[in-house]
């Protein structure tokens, strides 16, 4: 398979509303995960052009921030306000692969994403928090062995790794398994 067949994009909370740029964490995962000619996208959620973060936002109102979007995307405006900008983020691939942090799942779910795009998405969700799971081509649910918030929504996840709720990206399990889930998702046997 021809590697501009895919594509892989980070899909969390936005820590600050007004930006989406990848965090250097992110990029550093992708960039020890993912072969250099695989195709990724260097924007979280929403996946429109906003401009870079001005300063690093503290903790607690990334906290307060990721927990507003969750309860918004709640809402039905949230799926009709997003749901377009993400399908023709990834309309021209195949098969697309995200990794959805924490509330991304969520987020995920509530975009209510047509039948025809969830065939193609493999979600890696780490440290999930939702109150139910997409109907995808793949999913895999990878919770932190200290992690209670996502224990609370999914107490039996696929695997369970040695991190907490903020270390995911640093866990080499977690590099790991998704190394794995990448390469299956590249096969012909997940379309």
């Given at each position: 398979?021809?590697?501009?067949?895919?594509?892989?994009?980070?899909?969390?909370?936005?820590?600050?509303?007004?930006?989406?740029?990848?965090?250097?964490?992110?990029?550093?995962?992708?960039?020890?995960?993912?072969?250099p000619a695989h195709a990724r996208l260097l924007q979280n959620f929403p996946y429109?052009?906003?401009?870079?973060?001005?300063?690093?936002?503290?903790?607690?109102?990334?906290?307060?921030?990721n927990s507003w979007q969750y309860l918004e995307s709640r809402r039905e405006s949230?799926?009709?306000?997003?749901?377009?900008?993400?399908?023709?983020?990834?309309?021209?691939?195949?098969?697309?692969?995200?990794?959805?942090?924490?509330?991304?799942?969520?987020?995920?779910?509530?975009?209510?994403?047509?039948?025809?795009?969830?065939?193609?998405?493999?979600?890696?969700?780490?440290?999930?928090?939702?109150?139910?799971?997409?109907?995808?081509?793949?999913?895999?649910?990878?919770?932190?062995?200290?992690?209670?918030?996502?224990?609370?929504?999914?107490?039996?996840?696929?695997?369970?790794?040695?991190c907490h709720h903020m270390d995911y990206l640093e866990c080499r399990e977690m590099?790991?398994?998704?190394?794995?889930?990448?390469?299956?998702?590249?096969?012909?046997?997940?379309?």
């Amino acid at each position: 398979m021809s590697e501009g067949q895919i594509i892989t994009a980070f899909l969390t909370g936005q820590s600050d509303p007004a930006a989406n740029a990848l965090s250097e964490r992110q990029r550093a995962f992708l960039d020890r995960t993912l072969e250099p000619a695989h195709a990724r996208l260097l924007q979280n959620f929403p996946y429109s052009d906003l401009p870079s973060p001005a300063a690093a936002v503290p903790l607690w109102r990334a906290s307060v921030n990721n927990s507003w979007q969750y309860l918004e995307s709640r809402r039905e405006s949230f799926a009709s306000r997003h749901r377009d900008p993400v399908l023709a983020a990834f309309h021209r691939y195949p098969r697309v692969v995200l990794l959805a942090g924490s509330c991304g799942l969520e987020l995920l779910v509530n975009l209510r994403l047509p039948a025809g795009f969830l065939k193609r998405l493999h979600v890696f969700a780490y440290g999930p928090v939702s109150r139910r799971l997409p109907d995808c081509a793949r999913l895999c649910l990878v919770q932190g062995s200290r992690d209670p918030i996502s224990r609370w929504w999914h107490p039996a996840p696929h695997h369970r790794i040695p991190c907490h709720h903020m270390d995911y990206l640093e866990c080499r399990e977690m590099a790991d398994l998704f190394r794995d889930f990448h390469r299956s998702a590249l096969t012909p046997a997940h379309e």
